[in-house]
């Protein structure tokens, strides 16, 4: 009868810390497990108000967040992070092309945008097909909570990035449907803000009075404001309804300023842009003394 073999020569192996180390094929498992659930970055460049506020947000919904500053520009973090989920820029709209142009190659698909100005044309103009863009419709001033005008409207490849940070602040917001959305979206947001800025050079007070003191003036504005609006966007634009959106977000929010401190430089523009097109804006001129 053969006898058993036996392992008595056989040292005993030592316990790895952290007690038996799983079987590679376990432990492997659980690297992807764990690969799939870590969040890819966010990069922001632009650390003001909204750069500030969606920082927070990123944070708070988990993904690792990157600024960009003049000590660590874009170029220098590209190299260590080559693959976020977004690169948001919130920097102002008369350096925006700029920045866009600063964006290294490798992320110009990963872009975010979400200006008060921006429409398509803007980053078309720059090469970017598809951005994230957003029409932002909260405010932060500093040392004051939010004031949310209406939910936010997002559209594009990280929506669901944007969407996390925003619903993580408890801030409304809705992803669009369409890229043709997008664009009503972004006219609106247009809209409003060049509309109370602009008719705010002339009589100032709030918004809630602009349209209940001056309602005429708000009209011709914003119909000179539609005017560039459908040229920028190659779009007809449906005026009632524009301009009826417009009378609800003013009354809806009444007490907020019409004029803002750059004000007179968003005037500047819309009319660099029509006089560019031989546009007529009789209402802008007026209120820019032309």
Known sequence: MKSKRTNRNR????????????????????EQMNDKDRLQ???????????GVFSTGFLKAGYPVYPATPEKPLS???????????VLLAVPENVLAEAIRQVPHIWRDRLGLLQNELLPHVWKSEGIASPTAMAVWFEKKPGREFTVFQPTQIFGPAAETVRDALTALDIACEILPDAQQLML??????????????AGISVGGTTGALWTNHRSLAEAVAHDVLTVMEHLTGNALDRRDMIKFLETILLKVP????????????????????????????????????
């Open 11 to 30: 040292l005993p192996q030592p316990i790895p810390e952290g007690g038996p180390r799983k079987p590679f094929d376990d432990r492997k498992k659980e």
């Open 41 to 51: 970055p966010v990069v922001v460049a632009g650390i003001g108000q909204l750069g």
């Open 76 to 86: 220098a973090l590209a190299g260590r992070i080559p693959d976020p989920v977004l």
């Open 185 to 198: 979206e972004l006219v609106k947001k247009s809209l409003y803000v060049l509309t109370i800025n602009i």
């Open 255 to 290: 007490d907020h300023s019409c004029r803002g401190r750059v004000a007179e430089d968003r005037l500047a523009r819309i009319l660099k842009i029509a006089r560019k097109a031989g546009i007529p804006t009789p209402a802008l001129d007026k209120i820019a003394g032309i």
